[in-house]
């Protein structure tokens, strides 16, 4: 166990929809990640949060929007679903974003559009 | 532009046995941190090992060992006395400064079946 906790584990919506995946990092990371994982793209950073403030920006389509909250979980917002989007969601923190910060996965958000 | 290669798509390994995993990386970084994970058919991805740029000893933890060789660009995972749940598919990453530190960026990764 990660101590990294993701919600839902498993979500089946229909296309044009919209969900939100929700994250809680590991006690006392400040830094947390989304990624993408999918059979044609393999594993693909999306964005990055520290301590409230976004870092990163990777590969994140228009549709898709994040934040972290006050209390340090974030959720990764999904619009206008389209069959494409369906992947594997993976949220990680790690307590800042040095070099040697060791990065942890949570166990995934598994996502299908129908 | 950083990139990870792992050449190996998949592998057969028998139990007992020690199994090298390939990673090179090409990166105009001179820090950087080279990351090993595991993610077993359930679909977690779990953390294994961690070697930075400047570390002069080779990273090990329990029976996972990296090897690295900086001036070939190589960080290759050696599993010793390989069991059947090591049965996994297996990624090797890395982080520099010029993608930001908090982005890791991953290699294709290699599937390893253990048979007994």
């Known amino acids: 166990d990660s101590g990294v906790t993701q919600t839902p584990k498993h979500l089946i919506t229909a296309t044009g929809q919209r969900v939100t995946l929700r994250c809680s990092p590991r006690?006392?990371?400040?830094?947390v990640y989304w990624y993408q994982q999918s059979l044609d793209q393999g594993l693909q950073f999306l964005i990055q949060y520290y301590n409230g403030e976004e870092r990163a920006k990777g590969n994140i389509l228009e549709r898709f929007s994040a934040q972290q909250f006050p209390d340090l979980h974030s959720e990764l917002n999904l619009s206008s679903l389209e069959l494409g989007d369906s992947a594997l969601y993976f949220c990680a923190s790690s307590v800042g974003d040095n070099l040697g910060n060791t990065i942890y996965f949570g166990e995934g958000s598994w996502l299908t559009v129908v | 532009a950083q990139k990870i290669t792992q050449t190996q798509p998949g592998m057969f390994v028998q139990e007992k046995e020690a199994v090298t995993l390939d990673c090179t990386y090409d990166?105009?970084?001179?820090?950087?941190?080279l990351f090993w994970y595991k993610q077993p058919s359930s679909g977690e991805m779990i953390f294994l090992i961690y070697?930075?740029?400047?570390?002069?000893q080779n990273a090990t933890e329990g029976r996972y060992s990296l090897n690295f060789q900086k001036a070939r660009k190589s960080a290759n995972l050696v599993i010793s006395a390989s069991q059947l749940g090591d049965s996994a598919m297996y990624f090797c990453?890395?982080?520099?400064?010029?993608?930001?530190?908090?982005?890791?960026?991953f290699g294709a990764g290699t599937q390893v079946v253990v048979t007994p």
């Open positions: 070697q930075g740029s400047y570390d002069e």
């Open positions: 990166t105009s970084d001179q820090s950087y941190g």
């Open positions: 990453a890395m982080r520099g400064r010029t993608d930001s530190w908090g982005k890791l960026q």
């Open positions: 006690s006392g990371d400040l830094s």
